[in-house]
């Protein structure tokens, strides 16, 4: 009882949106792995300051194309972008494992007829990898990706595509994030943003502009 009472209430909104990378799943460390790997294998000269502040700004391709100048096609800064996430799924895949409380947070939107969405600059093939090892795809009504936009996070346009897709304007969403690049993306959307300490702590979550900020999707009920 006591329990229940002191989750965190929320008002239902017309849909979720979730992030997938530190908001589904705690996997921000296995990134960083693969990340420095590949910086070893391919001799990148790129200091610690300049990797921890661009690499996960915008899509694989703006992201590529910042570490690999000299790469000037889009299907050359793909092809070097796709060998950096075959890396982390061959790291990863081994280790998925939901953040606390998700499964059962996701039973209740089922249960509540709240859609879900997912907005989140992974690949097809991360978006596949992930939903697919916690056994979550079918609570999804839709999924959208950061090959599907050509401007990634903090700009808002995977939010307002995904928003689109489920048929819900965005002001009338309620997104869960992580970083600072996705919390921006969501506010500037029109949406009200969760925090997920994974990153961050609660304050610093609420500092970004988060209404409220959870390390559990147990802390949280709808009214």
Known sequence: MNKTMSRIQLPTPKAI????????VDNMHFHHIAWMQFIEEKKLNIDAETFEREYHKGTLIEVMARFFPELTTEKELREVG?????LFREIYRPHISP???LLSFLDQLKEKNIPIGLATMGDQNNIAMTLRGLGIEHYFHSTTGG???VKGKPDPEIFLKAAQKMGVDPVDCLAFEDTRSGITSAETAGMKVIGVSTQFSSKELKELGCIEAISSFDELSFH
């Open 17 to 24: 949106l979730f992030d997938m990378d530190g908001t589904l």
């Open 82 to 86: 796709n060998e950096k996430e075959a």
């Open 99 to 101: 953040i606390k409380g």
């Open 147 to 149: 090959h599907e936009v």
